[in-house]
Each structure stands twice: as C-alpha cells, then as structure tokens.
C-alpha cells in the first residue's frame, strides 16, 4: 500500500530520465528540490489552496452544527413522525449521487435572479462559476446526523432530564451538555469531511470554470495536463510533484485527529 507513495515521492526528486531508468522504485541521480520549491511558490497553486480551504471550513462548520442539532432532534426529543423523517433521510442515502447530477446541474443553471436569469430562471448561468455552486449543496449531511444519532443515542437520558431541570434551553443543551461528550465524533466527521471536499473532482469540475475559482482537484488537473505539453516528453517528474502536494493537508488532518478518529466508531456501536 505504501509503494505508490513511495514511488511518487522519489519521482518527483529526481529528473525525467530517472523516471524513466526506473526498475523499482526512482533513484534521483540529481535531487530536485527546486520543483517543489517553485509549487508552493506558484500563486495559481497558491490560490487553488486557499479556494478549497475556504470550501472545506465551511462544509465542516455546517455539517459538524446541523449533525448536532439533528442528531439531537432524532434522539432525544419526541414527536409524531420523528422515526418516518429520520427513515426518509436515510432512504435517500440509498439514491446514487450520479442520478441526481443532471437535475442539480438544471437546478442551479435555472436559479431566478441569479447569473443575469430572470425570474423565470431564463437569460443566463444562474449560479454556475459563483461561489454559490461550490458551498450550497449538500448542507444537509445525512451521514453525518446518522453517526452523530448513534452516539446521541448511546447517552443517558438522565442529562437530558438534569439539563431541564436546571432550567437548561434546547440550545444550551445541545452545546454546553451533549457537545463536549460527542467531540470524538464531531473530529470524525471533520477527517470524512476534510478529505471528502478536499477530493471532490466531479461537481467543481461542472459547475466551475473560472481559473480563479479552481479547486485543488480540478486545478492539479489542469495543471498536470499544461505539464504534460511541455517539450515533446511528458515532465512526470513535475506532474508527481503536483500530486504530492495534494496529499500533505489530508494526511496532517488524519494524523492530527486519528486517536479520536478511531474512539468514535468505536463509540458508535455501543448503546448506553
């Protein structure tokens, strides 16, 4: 499993004819650190980076807030028609994302008032190549509530009740009460999250065209193929490189919250 890794890494130190000597693994006969070096400093990378880490803060802000607050509803408190809804949300994790692209896309091309449309949704791109398209889909995180419900689930009611009786609000509840003892699964859900958006290639790549408003995916992308035009043989070395730093912000995010990575779904399937 490490091999790929490995492999990348020594290819993007060495130069192009080490690539291409390889038997194994690349030995870099000149290392070339310059490479990376002219990455980070690149500000079209630069900017690719900033762009994704604004979307994945963003979509950790919301679906970390809308688990907790849904988890809370679905499990502790009681109203007609509560199993129904949360069985409905889950039925629609059972929908394939591909089914849905087509009508999104629609959706947001349609947008009234948005992109020069009228109110009609006609005369122009709606939200497409906007910010709008990268952070107003998928707010509603349906995996997200169903983990956070299991652990909402697995605590006694007595806080609940002890919280009430004190005089304790729904929201002061939910976040002085049940926040603190749900964080191992909140830093679950910023690790999926994290590296969810930050690997998101598909919809950036339809709904956006703007070099300006390139996510990592896409950018990398985009730049591996200008990579591969230069001279008449492919400069892989480069091209490593690129995806090289595309793995760093992931894996320091992993390691960073692997112990409670690893305590919530444990947690998870345990009932109190």
Wanted: charged residues 15%.
């Amino acid at each position: 499993m490490f091999y790929p890794f490995l492999f990348q890494l020594m290819a993007s130190l060495g130069t192009n004819k080490d690539y291409y000597d390889t038997f194994i693994v690349p030995i870099p006969t000149e290392w070339q650190l310059e490479r990376y070096i002219k990455v980070f400093t690149d500000p079209q990378v630069y900017r690719l980076y900033i762009n994704t880490l604004i979307r994945c803060l963003w979509y950790i802000f919301t679906t970390c807030i809308i688990a907790l607050v849904a988890s809370y509803v679905f499990s502790k408190l009681r109203f007609k028609g509560r199993d129904t809804v949360f069985l409905i949300f889950l039925a629609s994790m059972m929908i394939p994302s591909q089914v849905t692209l087509v009508p999104t896309y629609l959706l947001y091309v349609r947008w009234p008032l948005a992109g020069g449309n009228d109110w009609l949704g006609q005369g122009g791109h709606g939200m497409l190549d906007s910010w709008a398209a990268l952070l107003v889909g998928g707010l509603v995180p349906v995996y997200a509530i169903f983990l956070m419900k299991q652990m909402m689930d697995s605590l006694p009611f007595d806080y609940e009740e002890a919280a009430r009786v004190d005089g304790s609000g729904v929201f002061h509840t939910i976040f002085r009460i049940y926040f603190p003892m749900t964080r191992p699964i909140l830093a679950a859900l910023i690790i999926i999250t994290f590296i969810g958006i930050w690997n998101d290639y598909l919809w950036p790549l339809i709904v956006i065209n703007s070099m300006d408003m390139q996510v990592i995916a896409t950018g990398i992308s985009s730049l591996m193929g200008e990579a591969k035009q230069v001279g008449r043989v492919p400069d892989y070395p480069s091209i490593f490189a690129l995806a090289t730093i595309t793995m760093i912000p992931p894996i320091l995010v992993y390691l960073w919250l692997q112990k409670h990575f690893i305590q919530a779904f444990a947690m998870t399937g345990v009932k109190g």
